[in-house]
C-alpha cells in the first residue's frame, strides 16, 4: 500500500473503507477517514465517478471540489457488472472493515452486492449507505440531489426574504451535512463492533440529517405564527434583535445580540444608551416586536464605518459581530491559513490549489501526511499486490482482464 496514506498513531489507523461513492455526500464521510488515518480504496466505474466526469469542459470547477474531497485515498476503475472486476471486489470486501455507497438505494442489490451479501462473505463488515430520503418510506427512490433535498426539508422554504422568492442555501449543506453524518454512524458502528465483535449496517438520510438545522425556525413555527417562513437575514425564529446584517460604507456586517449582555455590549459601542432606554426596546422581547425600527436605526449608524473599523470597534467591546466576508476573503483567510485549516498545495494534475483539512482535530496525534487526490485506477496494481497479495504475474493478468471494460 502506498507508504504516505497512513499514519501509525490515527484512530482509523488499520482500517480498511471500499468507498463507492460519488459527488460531495459520500466522499466527504470517507475523506474524514483517510485523513483520520483509515485505507481508502475509491472504487470507481469506468470513466470515473461523476464528479471526475464534471472536468469535462469544465475544468476549473471541478478541480478543487475533486482534489478537495478526495485526498489521501487510493484509486481503483472495477465495473461491477463484470465478472473479474466483481471477483476483485468481493475480495477486497473480505480484508475490508467498511463498505460505503451513496448510490440510490436498491442498486447494489441489483448489482448482487448488497449489505446482506457482503456481510454474509464478511461478518465483521460495517455496511454504510447515503440516501437522499433512506431505503424506506414514499419518497426512497425519488432522485435526490442537494437541490432536490433543501426543497424537499424546508431549507429553500425558509431561506430568501419575505417578500421575495425561496432561494437555494448557498453551499451544498444537505449533502455536507449528510456526510459528516454518515462518518459518524462509520465511527459508531466501528466502536459497536469494537465492544462485541459484529458488523453492521448503517444508513444516513440527507433529508432527516439536515431536519435539526432547521432548529431555530421550527421554534418560531410551534410558538408563533406558523405562516412565517422567510426570514430574510433575521434570526430564524423572529425571537432576536438586532440580529441582521447591516450596511457599512465598503460592504456588510454581522451584529448578532442573543442576550442582554451582548445588546448592552453593543449599545456601549455604538453610543446609543439613549435610544436603548426607549420602552420599544428596552427587552429583548420589545426589541424582537420592534426589529425592522430597531434595525433602521442601527443601519444607519452603521453606514458611517467602513467594515473592518466597525468590526474591530464592537469586538473590542466584546459585541458579537463578523464582517461579510467574500468567497476570496475565506480562501484566504488568515486565520485558517495560520490553524493549518486550508492549505497551498501544487497539485500534479491541477497546479496551484488552496485545499481544506480535515476540521476533525486529534490533539495528541499527528496529521497523516497528505497525499493529494490521484488519476483514476491510479493504485490498482498496488492494491491487487498488496491488500490482495497477488503475485506480480497474477496482478497483471487480472488488469488486463479489467482494462476491457475500463
Not at 475509491?42 to 470513466?47: L, T, V
Not at 424506506?136 to 427512490?141: M, N, V
Not at 413555527?221 to 441582521?244: E, F, Q, S
Amino acid at each position: 500500500m502506498t507508504a504516505t496514506l497512513a499514519t501509525s498513531a490515527l484512530p482509523f489507523t488499520g482500517m480498511v473503507v471500499l468507498d463507492l461513492t460519488q459527488i460531495y455526500n459520500g466522499p466527504y464521510a470517507t475523506f474524514l477517514m483517510a485523513r483520520a488515518g483509515a485505507t481508502v480504496i475509491k472504487i470507481e466505474p469506468p470513466g470515473g465517478e461523476h464528479l471526475r466526469k464534471r472536468g469535462d469542459g469544465l475544468r476549473d470547477a471541478v478541480t478543487v471540489p475533486f482534489a478537495m474531497l478526495n485526498a489521501n485515498k487510493q484509486s481503483i476503475c472495477l465495473d461491477l457488472r463484470h465478472p473479474p472486476a466483481r471477483d476483485v471486489f468481493l475480495s477486497l470486501v473480505d480484508k475490508a472493515d467498511v463498505v460505503i455507497e451513496n448510490y440510490t438505494p436498491a442498486v447494489m442489490d441489483k448489482l448482487g452486492l448488497g449489505a446482506s451479501v457482503l456481510r454474509k462473505r464478511n461478518p465483521r463488515l460495517i455496511y454504510a449507505a447515503s440516501s437522499g430520503y433512506g431505503s424506506t418510506g414514499p419518497y426512497s427512490d425519488y432522485p435526490a440531489m442537494d437541490l432536490a433535498v433543501q426543497a424537499m426539508a424546508g431549507v429553500i422554504g425558509i431561506t430568501g426574504f419575505a417578500d421575495g422568492p425561496p432561494v437555494k442555501a448557498g453551499p451544498a449543506v444537505c449533502d455536507f451535512m449528510a456526510g459528516v453524518h454518515l462518518y459518524g454512524a462509520v465511527a459508531t458502528a466501528l466502536l459497536h463492533r469494537e465492544r462485541t465483535g459484529q458488523g453492521g449496517c448503517v444508513e444516513v438520510s440527507m433529508m432527516e440529517a439536515i431536519y435539526a438545522s432547521l432548529a431555530s425556525n421550527l421554534g418560531g413555527h410551534a410558538a408563533r405564527d406558523r405562516g412565517v417562513k422567510r426570514t430574510g437575514n433575521h434570526h430564524g425564529g423572529m425571537a432576536l434583535a438586532p440580529y441582521n446584517v447591516y450596511p457599512v460604507a465598503d460592504g456588510y456586517v454581522a451584529i448578532i445580540t442573543s442576550n442582554d449582555k451582548h445588546w448592552d455590549a453593543l449599545v456601549q459601542a455604538l453610543g446609543i444608551e439613549a435610544m436603548a432606554a426607549r420602552p420599544e426596546f428596552a427587552t429583548r422581547e420589545q426589541r424582537a416586536a420592534n426589529m425592522t425600527a430597531l434595525d433602521d436605526a442601527i443601519g444607519a449608524i452603521t453606514r458611517g464605518y467602513t467594515r473592518d473599523v466597525l468590526v474591530a470597534h464592537l469586538r473590542a467591546h466584546r459585541a458579537p459581530c463578523a464582517p461579510v466576508q467574500e468567497l476570496d476573503d475565506v480562501v484566504n483567510d488568515p486565520h485558517l491559513h495560520a490553524r493549518g485549516a486550508l492549505r497551498h498545495i501544487d497539485h500534479p494534475a491541477f497546479g496551484p490549489i488552496v485545499v481544506p483539512e480535515s476540521p476533525l482535530r486529534f490533539a495528541d496525534l499527528p496529521a497523516a501526511p497528505y497525499a493529494p487526490s490521484v488519476p483514476l485506477h491510479h493504485d490498482a496494481r498496488d492494491i491487487l499486490t498488496g491488500l490482495l497479495g497477488m503475485s506480480p504475474a497474477d496482478a497483471d493478468e487480472v488488469l488486463s482482464e479489467l482494462a476491457s471494460r475500463a
